[in-house]
């Protein structure tokens, strides 16, 4: 499956009849260790007749921003059968699940010459919600760089259109908002970074980490006083975000030295045993040297 950036996005393969993992001693082997990540029965139908259903069992695994996704059929009396892999990038798995209706239903029923809709049926979402969600998960592919190079232009049109379409979950339509700003930020659009991290609040208010990307964007336009205020407004819904407290310090430093080396010193505190903070954790040494150093001066 492709998106509309030519971009593919997830393959499902689908074994009608169910395929025997007999030939496949690694990816059995894998399967096993594997625990089950969702158990359910394929076919309703079957209770009906009296019969014993068929139950599935989902395994689950993956690389860093992909997932991969196994489905077995067990059959009483007979050997367990793949029937279903999915391999996905992340930001579509929940919309390319193979779990959905629309993919168990090319599963046939050995037992059965009637067509049926096996699996849970569930509340289909609207076309347009269903849209949104696929211009959402774009988004994050070319906003994060899921396949390579960022691509914050891509991201810029792919949350207008999220948007647009409507997100009926609030905390992802506000984080719609949210990945919208920070595309706008990449670009060097800031004032428009701004006011759709505002809008973003308006839906979220709450949230230490829209808050922190607004601090971010107030101080690259200058503001450091309301940076300083959303900030703090973010430490103190999540005192541990260690981000925000580097953000903050940084803030401080041209005009409350001594308040900057508190707030670094604090940020070493929560950073200093994790890996992706070791950038941050060398500039805050080094920033705590060089403030100590002027105000010796």
């Given at each position: 499956?492709?998106?509309?950036?030519?971009?593919?996005?997830?393959?499902?393969?689908?074994?009608?009849?169910?395929?025997?993992?007999?030939?496949?001693?690694?990816?059995?082997?894998?399967?096993?260790?594997?625990?089950?990540?969702?158990?359910?029965?394929?076919?309703?139908?079957?209770?009906?007749?009296e019969q014993t259903p068929d139950s599935g069992t989902l395994h689950r695994t993956g690389k860093a921003t992909s997932t991969h996704?196994?489905?077995?059929?067990?059959?009483?009396?007979?050997?367990?059968?793949?029937?279903?892999?999915?391999?996905?990038?992340?930001?579509?798995?929940?919309?390319?699940?193979?779990?959905?209706?629309?993919?168990?239903?090319?599963?046939?029923?050995?037992?059965?010459?009637?067509?049926?809709?096996?699996?849970?049926?569930?509340?289909?979402?609207?076309?347009?919600?269903?849209?949104g969600l696929q211009q959402f998960a774009r988004g994050e592919i070319a906003l994060f760089a899921s396949c390579g190079n960022k691509?914050?232009?891509?991201?810029?049109?792919?949350?207008?259109?999220?948007?647009?379409?409507?997100?009926?979950?609030?905390?992802?339509?506000?984080?719609?908002?949210?990945?919208?700003?920070?595309?706008?930020?990449?670009?060097?659009?800031?004032?428009?970074?701004?006011?759709?991290?505002?809008?973003?609040?308006?839906?979220?208010?709450?949230?230490?980490?829209?808050?922190?990307?607004?601090?971010?964007?107030?101080?690259?336009?200058?503001?450091?006083?309301?940076?300083?205020?959303?900030y703090e407004q973010a430490l103190a819904l999540q005192p541990n975000y260690a981000q925000a407290r580097f953000n903050l310090a940084?803030?401080?430093?041209?005009?409350?030295?001594?308040?900057?080396?508190?707030?670094?010193?604090?940020?070493?505190?929560?950073?200093?045993?994790?890996?992706?903070?070791?950038?941050?954790?060398?500039?805050?040494?080094?920033?705590?040297?060089?403030?100590?150093?002027?105000?010796?001066?």
């Amino acid at each position: 499956m492709f998106n509309e950036d030519q971009t593919l996005v997830g393959v499902i393969t689908v074994f009608p009849l169910g395929l025997s993992l007999e030939d496949y001693p690694k990816l059995r082997h894998t399967l096993a260790q594997l625990p089950p990540a969702r158990e359910f029965f394929f076919h309703s139908s079957q209770l009906l007749k009296e019969q014993t259903p068929d139950s599935g069992t989902l395994h689950r695994t993956g690389k860093a921003t992909s997932t991969h996704q196994y489905f077995m059929r067990h059959t009483h009396g007979k050997q367990d059968q793949l029937v279903m892999a999915v391999f996905v990038l992340d930001p579509y798995e929940t919309i390319l699940d193979g779990s959905h209706s629309k993919f168990l239903s090319y599963i046939k029923d050995p037992d059965s010459t009637e067509k049926e809709l096996p699996g849970p049926t569930g509340q289909l979402e609207s076309e347009k919600e269903f849209l949104g969600l696929q211009q959402f998960a774009r988004g994050e592919i070319a906003l994060f760089a899921s396949c390579g190079n960022k691509q914050p232009e891509i991201a810029l049109d792919a949350y207008q259109k999220a948007i647009q379409y409507g997100l009926s979950d609030p905390k992802q339509l506000a984080e719609a908002h949210h990945r919208l700003g920070l595309a706008l930020r990449s670009m060097g659009r800031l004032p428009e970074a701004a006011t759709t991290l505002e809008k973003a609040l308006t839906i979220q208010p709450y949230s230490a980490v829209i808050l922190n990307s607004y601090g971010s964007v107030l101080a690259e336009l200058g503001k450091l006083p309301k940076a300083i205020e959303t900030y703090e407004q973010a430490l103190a819904l999540q005192p541990n975000y260690a981000q925000a407290r580097f953000n903050l310090a940084e803030a401080y430093e041209s005009h409350n030295p001594k308040r900057a080396i508190q707030e670094y010193e604090t940020f070493l505190i929560l950073a200093e045993n994790n890996p992706e903070e070791m950038t941050k954790v060398d500039l805050a040494k080094g920033r705590i040297k060089a403030l100590q150093g002027g105000a010796r001066q």
